[in-house]
């Protein structure tokens, strides 16, 4: 699981931000890759929210997300998504299987200030670990951020004892960029946090 999840405060710097240089040109409502859907999430995920972003294994590889996890809070954090998504600014898609439907984790874009650049965020449910999903899912985003969305650069983050976030940066092509010392905080806890970016050269001549 990396960082991080839409929260009011990103949603108020998107407002602040939408009259100036948007974040709307060429938005995409779904994402498909060979075996994944990454769509616009509903009130029909919410069950499915509360039962995977519930899971202590999602919550506290996160700085926040909360734990318990309760249906109140799937619907506030939906309210932000349509609300950050009304003023052009974070990108958050639902991850589901086009073999079975239902949501399995979330995946998304926050713009940085000067809209050229974006931080990465995602979680995937427990029960879908270890099935190659979230790197389908990154890697799709990169592609859809740097040739969809024009972005120049894109960062992501994760706790440093989540090495397995790690792993799936670098298998989307990501490069390690150091680790800051007491740069992630979930409750009164201080992590140190791991980053990853990569820009759109990069990833050009990455992917050849």
């Known amino acids: 699981m990396m960082e991080q999840v839409p929260q009011w405060a990103a949603v108020l710097r998107c407002i602040q931000f939408s009259n100036e240089m948007t974040f709307e040109t060429n938005r995409a409502a779904t994402l498909k ?27 506290f590889k996160t700085s926040t997300i909360p734990h318990p996890y309760h249906i109140g809070h799937a619907h506030e954090w939906l309210a932000q998504i349509d609300a950050a998504r009304a003023c052009g600014g974070i990108e958050t898609f639902a991850i589901e299987r086009r073999s079975v439907a239902g949501l399995i984790g979330m995946i998304g874009l926050i713009p940085g200030e000067e809209r050229r650049s ?43 004892g989540n090495p397995a976030a790690g792993k799936v940066m ?7 960029e150091g680790i ?29």
Request: charged share 25%; hydrophobic share 40%; with cysteine.
């Open 33 to 59: 890759t060979r075996r994944l859907l990454l769509r616009q999430p509903d009130r029909d995920d919410i069950q499915a929210i509360v039962r995977h972003a519930g899971d202590p294994r999602v919550a």
């Open 118 to 160: 974006a931080e990465v965020f995602y979680w995937i449910g427990v029960p879908f670990w270890r099935c190659g999903y979230a790197t389908e899912s990154l890697r799709e985003v990169l592609r859809y951020a740097f040739f969809d969305r024009g972005l120049g650069y894109v960062t992501g983050g994760h706790m440093i």
């Open 170 to 176: 670098q298998k989307a092509r990501m490069v390690f």
């Open 180 to 208: 800051v010392s007491h740069g992630m905080k979930r409750g009164q806890v201080f992590h140190d946090r791991v980053n990853y970016g990569i820009s759109a050269d990069e990833w050009r001549n990455a992917i050849g």
